[in-house]
């Protein structure tokens, strides 16, 4: 049996990792993670770990699907084979050379040729063991009858090395080449010759890693005594038999990825505003909005850049009522009420998770730590108890967290969201006009959001809402499973009124019993009636600082002693809406705080700085702090939100020094004065008037995408429109657009000229880009490097 856990790599760098499943040969991981891509790559790979205590962590094997094929995979629940691990599978990034043909007069006054090999720069080059390589190139000259090899000087700890050394090859000999022309080569030679280079990782004490190589015929030059051009590196064939992958196992994987192109802001005028009067169109089946949730594939595909957009502008609300009203039109059973995966459902669930990030914060944040930093068992399945477990401890023990969690959900009303608190108030008007003589109706149809899809959800994967900065191990998870179970059976036993839960197991029941006093049902009662009124809050924002961020990173000693060694080390970070501290383990003191206001500009710093990938600087009214991040996604997730909570301070620079200040001078510009301004200008900042982290173009690129690709179902629904407006009968048997809801003919098919006519303008300017990138990318050029023939 083995303790696995899975790695998820931009290229070789880690960007995520699953929790460990132990014991297992067949780990479920059952886990999702969503981010932003900060940097061009060319693998998305997943590394497949044997968890080790004592040693290095065993490599399983790994799945790599370059760039290129992500869109074939994407959306689509897959098997991949597990491929093995070698220096060979691991070869990525691309050399640019140049070669060119000399000729040379001997002392005897015979004209020989001579090649010219110049390796300029590499790029890309893969990671080894987690950090930047230390690369060197060998250069051979290879033919019939000799092998000629010069090499590189070693460059350190980069990626992207700049080597920029010329070597020379005698190509032909005198004697041979008297009668020729001046630059060609004898055929017979020069079809046999090739350069051959290969990338190598210096290992100093240990053995040199091989990164990858090329080989480029000399014959290039037939035609012309100078090329070059961009190649990308491939593996070597090292004589071996193919190895049984087969015994590797294989990875399930479901990845969604997405790639747009983001046009000016004037492009998506007419398309905004036809989103934006959504919740206004009667009926709302009819409105742009609903349309496309009809027609994309994946509901959720269209929910996340709607619900955004929506809420950006203050037209969520109305347009969330409008859609859960039609819904409920369709509910027969008042206990059933919004437990589907219908539009109105799936917007709820995204835009708590969008709006009630601090809520859950504040009001959970500090139980589920003392759950997960405590070893306490939970177990009371008699069949799970481990040998030594009382079983009426681990009672006492689930019932003391359930009981004080529950407890703080219902004394949280006051910090729950407003646009939270006005869709929970019209979900329960709507309700109750539905369900007239159902009394409880008003309170179930606001707990089936708050407790089973909000905090139930949020209390079994902390991870998921940023509440836990590492996955809990098994035992923990268990304990949160049966927590979240408690809390969900509370919420919707105190709303219904039920005279007994809902559990299978008869343990649960059990267990339950303990919860089964009118004082729960009360409190629930009158918690869901505080966040489901109309009536304004005292704001607890202003005493209260906003949780935004927390984890661990490298930060640069700041020097503060003139013989002080300035060395990098590990602090927790933590940001909050008025501060950003790090401190030398999480809970403990600060150690160094930086107020939010005195924060001047957050901006990426160059790699040659410090010889360090992924790191940021945080310029303020005092010297700047330089942070490196675990990963380049986690480093553009903290400059992201460090520019938002800042955005409005004033004084903020216009230009920043993109180098570090070392030795008496700034890197970038060579100035020795260490308050020289800037030399370059600072980041263009987000608009101070921005309400949540929404870039609302790229929304509706997303949306104008959804609408393109699922063009074929819009043509059937307008047809069905003019089906409908021309035959009002029955429908006698099911057809093409029989799964469409269309209340009103007339007005969904205007809706639908209207989109599909805005499509059409947008196409415009998308198929330009497109003829210009094609264009553009010469073959041999850095973003369209040959690839070379392999061994």
């Known amino acids: ?6 790695t998820i790599n931009l290229d070789q760098e880690e960007v995520y990792r699953t929790q460990v499943v132990e014991k297992s040969l067949s780990p479920f991981f059952s886990e999702e993670f969503y981010f932003e891509i900060p940097r061009s790559f060319q693998y998305l790979s997943f590394y497949v770990y044997d968890k080790n205590v004592l040693q290095r962590d065993l490599r399983i094997g790994k799945v790599a699907i370059k760039k290129e094929d992500l869109c074939n995979h994407s959306g689509k629940e897959t098997w991949f084979s597990l491929q093995p691990i070698d220096s060979n599978s691991e070869v990525q990034g691309k050399v640019h050379l140049e070669l060119k043909l000399n000729e040379l007069i001997t002392e ?93 990782n210096n290992g100093n004490l240990v053995q040199d890693v091989f990164l990858g190589e090329i080989k480029v015929p000399v014959n290039v030059l037939r035609n012309d005594s100078s090329h070059q051009a961009w ?194 108030y019209s979900l329960r008007q709507m309700a109750t006009q539905r369900f007239p003589n159902d009394p409880h109706v008003q309170y179930s149809a606001v707990s089936s959001f708050v407790f089973l899809r909000f905090f139930a959800v949020a209390v079994v994967s902390p991870h998921t809402f940023h509440l836990r900065p590492h996955h809990p191990d098994a035992q923990t998870i268990r304990t949160l499973t049966l927590i979240s179970k408690t809390i969900q059976t509370l919420g919707s036993w105190g709303s219904l009124s039920k005279s007994k839960s809902s559990f299978k197991e008869t343990f649960m029941c059990e267990f339950f019993k303990m919860f089964q006093e009118e004082g729960y049902i009360i409190a629930v009662k009158k918690f869901l009636d505080e966040i489901s009124s109309t009536e304004t809050k005292e704001s607890s924002g202003t005493s209260e600082p906003v949780h935004l961020k927390e984890g661990e990173m490298f930060k640069r000693a700041q020097g503060r002693t003139r013989i002080g060694k300035k060395n990098f080390k590990k602090r927790w970070f933590c940001l909050t809406s008025r501060e950003l501290t790090y401190h030398k383990q999480p809970g403990k003191d600060a150690i160094f705080t930086i107020p939010v206001k005195n924060i001047l500009a957050v901006e990426k710093l160059e790699e040659s700085s410090f010889n360090k990938k992924n790191m940021f600087q945080v310029i303020h009214t005092e010297k700047p702090l330089y942070v490196q991040a675990n990963n380049c996604v986690e480093a553009n997730e903290w400059i992201d939100v460090l520019c938002r909570v800042s955005r409005c301070n004033q004084n903020r620079l216009s230009s920043f020094h993109p180098s570090a200040y070392l030795n008496g001078l700034w890197l970038c510009c060579q100035e020795t004065s260490e308050h020289t301004p800037g030399c370059k200008p600072c980041t263009a900042g987000i608009p101070a008037d921005i309400q949540i982290d929404i870039d609302e173009d790229r929304e509706a690129e997303r949306i104008y995408s959804l609408f393109t690709l699922s063009l074929l179902k819009l043509q059937k629904m307008e047809e069905a429109c003019g ?60 973003e369209n490097p040959i690839i070379g023939k392999t061994s």
């Not at 049996?1 to 899975?6: A, G, I, K, L, N």
């Not at 068992?377 to 009981?403: A, F, M, Q, R, T």
């Open 1 to 6: 049996m083995r303790d696995c856990f899975c």
């Open 108 to 200: 005897n006054g015979t004209v020989c040729q001579q090649l010219v090999v110049h390796i300029k720069a590499c790029h890309g080059l893969p990671l080894v063991n987690g950090q930047s390589c230390d690369p060197y190139a060998t250069v051979s000259l290879v033919g019939p009858s000799r092998n000629d090899q010069k090499k590189t000087k070693v460059k350190k700890k980069t990626s992207n090395p700049q080597f920029n050394e010329i070597f020379y090859f005698e190509v032909t000999r005198s004697s041979s080449y008297t009668k020729k022309s001046q630059f060609q080569v004898e055929e017979e030679d020069i079809e046999k010759l090739e350069i051959r280079i290969d990338l190598w």
């Open 231 to 424: 190649y990308l590196l491939q593996p070597r064939d090292n004589g071996n038999k193919s190895s049984k992958t087969d015994d590797l196992g294989s990875l399930r994987l479901n990845i969604c990825y997405t790639e747009d192109y983001v046009l000016p802001s004037e492009y998506y005028g007419p398309l905004k505003t036809l989103l934006l009067k959504s919740p206004d169109v009667q009926p709302i089946s009819a409105s742009a909005a609903y349309i496309l949730g009809e027609i994309c594939r994946d509901k959720n595909d269209a929910v996340l850049p709607l619900v955004r957009l929506l809420l950006h502008h203050d037209k969520l609300v109305p347009f969330v009522a409008a859609v859960a009203e039609l819904d409920l039109k369709d509910t027969q059973d008042a206990n059933t009420i919004f437990r589907g995966n219908s539009l109105a459902t799936r917007c709820l669930d995204e835009m708590m998770k969008i709006v009630g990030g601090h809520y859950l914060k504040v009001t959970l944040k500090s139980i589920l730590d003392e759950i997960c930093e405590s070893s306490k068992s939970c177990e009371i399945d008699p069949i799970k108890l481990k040998e030594g477990d009382n079983v009426e401890n681990n009672k006492e023990n689930l019932h003391y967290y359930v009981d004080k969690l529950f407890n703080t959900i219902v004394k949280s009303s006051m910090s729950c969201p407003t646009v939270m608190c006005d869709i929970f």
């Open 723 to 782: 089906t409908i407006a021309v035959y009002q009968g029955p429908q006698k048997e099911p057809d093409d657009y029989s799964n469409f809801v269309i209340e009103d003919s007339v007005t969904t098919f205007k809706t639908i000229q209207q989109i599909k006519s805005i499509i059409e303008k947008l196409d415009e300017p998308h198929e330009m880009y497109r003829k210009k990138r094609s264009s553009s990318a010469k073959y041999g050029s850095k």
